[in-house]
């Protein structure tokens, strides 16, 4: 059985890992910053898709509007996994009908076209279907050769069957879709003051062997730093794992976890439902590093994702 490692290296002062040599993984060109597009459904809806062209590890918003009947139920379904939708609130009778949903592109999905297909229930008109391609493009990423201890890179067997049976579990997790949507406005970065993270899909090469991408942003920071909720969400998991060390991971529902790693220590204990800026525990270096930082990671219907962009889609990104 083939285990993905993922390891988290912050490279300090005196730390034991050393960097060779840092380069593009991929290229796919200038970067351009992606436009929304918008599908006619007919019967008065349009799908609005805010990156037709998404890169491996991004997260689109998806956006349906009906301006002249109300849409009781959506059905949708892409790469293979259900879509599932949340209603806006409608200012007044006037206002348009919107339904919105969250799709995440895996960091390690393959580049290709695939079809979103969807059927909208309203009220007067019935089942409404709409589709639309999604173009997954590849993704830029740098690839990092380290020489790093070798137990880093050489779990003995009690400690590879610990990781296993670690990971089934946190995959588990991350396919259960709470049906309610438990957070409420926007999302906000998870240290106070700090709104840049680096490190996310790098591929690290240690001791000359390949290792999995980097699933999440690593924010370096001082051991005992506060971590708060980036938003409103539940506790599904508070405790040490053996490669993240003391985590935790927050179910927002409808799909989407943030997970939090390397914590010092953790406030808040599994069935909690905390609020956005509730604080969660402290950094700390627990875990396989070699310094202090916060790991923080966003999952959204199994797909790995930049958490960052749940700021730029549903947060104020100057926060």
């Not at 999440?216 to 794992?241: K, S, W």
Request: glycine share 8%; charged share 20%.
């Amino acid at each position: 059985m083939r285990l993905t490692i993922a390891i988290c290296v912050l490279l300090l002062a005196g730390a034991p890992a050393i960097a060779q040599k840092s380069r593009p993984h991929h290229r796919i060109g200038k970067p351009i910053a992606p436009q929304p597009s918008t599908h006619d459904c007919g019967h008065n809806l349009t799908l609005h898709l805010s990156a037709p062209e998404p890169t491996q590890g991004s997260l689109l918003l998806l956006e349906l509007r009906s301006s002249r009947q109300a849409v009781t139920e959506i059905k949708a379904t892409w790469d293979n996994r259900e879509i599932p939708f949340w209603q806006e609130p409608r200012a007044d009778e006037k206002s348009p009908d919107v339904w919105r949903a969250l799709l995440g592109v895996d960091l390690e999905l393959k580049p290709e076209t695939y079809p979103l297909t969807l059927t909208a229930k309203t009220e007067s008109t019935g089942e409404i279907p709409c589709s639309a391609a999604i173009d997954v493009k590849e993704g830029t990423f740098a690839t990092e050769s380290l020489k790093v201890a070798p137990n880093f890179v050489e779990p003995n067997p009690e400690q590879l069957a610990r990781a296993e049976a670690e990971r089934q579990r946190l995959r588990a997790i991350f396919a259960t879709i709470t049906p309610e949507r438990l957070w409420d406005g926007s999302f906000h970065y998870p240290l106070a003051g700090v709104t840049t993270g680096g490190n996310f899909g790098k591929r690290r090469i240690l001791n000359g062997k390949a290792g999995s991408p980097h699933g999440g942003v690593d924010f370096p920071t001082l051991a005992g730093t506060p971590v708060y909720a980036a938003q409103r969400g539940r506790v599904v998991l508070a405790e040490p794992l053996y490669f993240s060390g003391n985590t935790v991971v927050l179910d927002h529902g409808l799909g989407l976890y943030t997970f939090y790693a390397h914590f010092e220590s953790i406030s808040v204990q599994p069935g909690d439902l905390v609020d956005t800026g509730a604080l969660l525990g402290k950094v700390g270096a627990t875990g396989r590093v070699t310094g202090p930082h916060l790991h923080w990671a966003a999952t959204v219907n199994r797909a790995r994702t930049n958490p960052l962009q749940l700021i730029s889609l549903l947060g104020t990104p100057d926060q």
